[in-house]
């Protein structure tokens, strides 16, 4: 097995049923995350008899690098899996630190109007080991230390919800990543079903919603998602999920033009999350030359904003981080690949 296909009570787990204490799995994770050794032969504090083991079932594999196209505040990067198939992620430069943002799934089934992901199809699940791969891969081929993690890249989330589950477990252990649970946040297209029981998790981890519409007849056309769950049903769930865990939810809008973004879905959208703890975060949609929507001119995302503001909602407006590189979520991997619609 990869050694990053365990969390840390997993590992745990598998030693003492074959033989080994419990803290032998601390001792382990120490030398992996905190001091970066990759060979159980360099663990100086294992015994003969545990190295060995290791050595004999356990084994290190990282993800590969192939390409990377860099802006002055963003990176993205193009990674192989041991299978040939590849997947991208993306690092940010705030001015807080540096975030990461991780792809779930090989490909996407969810088939947004305006996703580059999903005209290449799911393949599969990624593995804990290739949520974890990302952070690591990246953190080490930049030498930075990441502070926040945006589980929005490829894919639905909650499409992989147990590994996802376990990912959550590996970033925020401090003997792991280490990343503390506010600085995590997982998006979905709204699965329902998983919204609750992400809730009951009561787990301080971010949610992130894209709704990119105000009512079901918009979202029906531009997400497949909304005819097996509607508005109403979504907000349901959030509102449970406020509920449950006291966090605010952040609502992800799209910026279309002449699609969402009328006054009348600004008003709509704003009698939609009024009075809920839930924040708007209107986006600029990085335009491709495989879909015909257009992005929201600056006059229409700003007055949009502003009937938002008057009706007394949190709203922002993402700041866009790399205008020069293969933005869509999904278009690098597609360019590689040579994915024609």
């Keep these: ?48 008899k545990l190295i060995s083991f290791l050595n004999e079932k356990i084994y290190f594999e990282d993800l590969k690098v192939i390409k990377v196209e860099k802006s002055t505040l963003a990176n993205k990067y193009l990674l192989e899996l041991n299978d040939n198939n590849k997947i991208e992620c993306v690092l940010m430069n705030h001015d807080y630190g540096y975030s990461l943002c991780v792809s779930s799934q090989v490909g996407c089934n969810m088939g947004c109007a305006f996703c580059e992901s999903g005209r290449l199809k799911k393949v599969r699940d990624l593995k804990l080991s290739e949520l974890v791969g990302q ?24 499409d992989n919800f147990e590994n996802i589950k376990r990912f959550i477990s590996v970033v925020t252990n401090n003997k792991m990543i280490n990343i503390g649970q506010r600085h995590l946040t997982i998006s979905t297209c709204g699965l329902v079903p998983k919204i609750y029981e992400f809730a009951d998790l009561e787990t301080g981890v971010n949610l992130a919603i894209s709704l990119h519409a105000p009512n079901n007849e918009i979202r029906n056309r531009i997400m497949k998602v909304n005819r097996a769950y509607k508005i109403e049903e979504v907000m349901k769930a959030l509102d449970y999920y ?15 033009n002449g699609i969402n973004d009328s006054d009348e879905c600004a008003i709509e959208l704003s009698n939609l ?18 879909f015909e929507l257009k992005r929201s001119n600056d006059f229409k995302i700003k007055r ?14 993402r700041k866009e981080m790399g205008g020069n590189l293969s933005a869509a979520c999904g278009q690098l991997r597609a360019n590689q690949e040579g994915c024609e619609k």
């Excluded at 949009?304 to 407006?317: M, R």
């Design 1 to 48: 097995m990869n050694i990053y296909d365990f969390t840390l009570e997993e590992l745990e787990s598998f030693l003492v049923s074959n033989g080994f204490k419990k803290f032998n799995a601390t001792q382990i994770i120490e030398w992996i995350y905190e001091k970066n050794v990759k060979d159980f032969n360099l663990m100086t504090n294992l015994s003969k």
């Design 135 to 158: 952070v690591l891969c990246v953190s080490n081929y930049e030498k930075v230390r990441i502070s926040s993690i945006v589980v929005m890249g490829i894919g639905e989330p909650f």
């Design 242 to 256: 406020i509920s449950k865990t006291n966090r605010r939810v952040t609502i992800e809008y799209i910026m279309l």
């Design 273 to 290: 999350v009024k009075g809920k703890l839930m924040y708007v975060n209107l986006i600029p949609y990085n335009e491709t030359s495989h």
């Design 304 to 317: 949009f904003y502003d009937i938002l503001k008057s009706n007394n909602i949190n709203v922002t407006i």
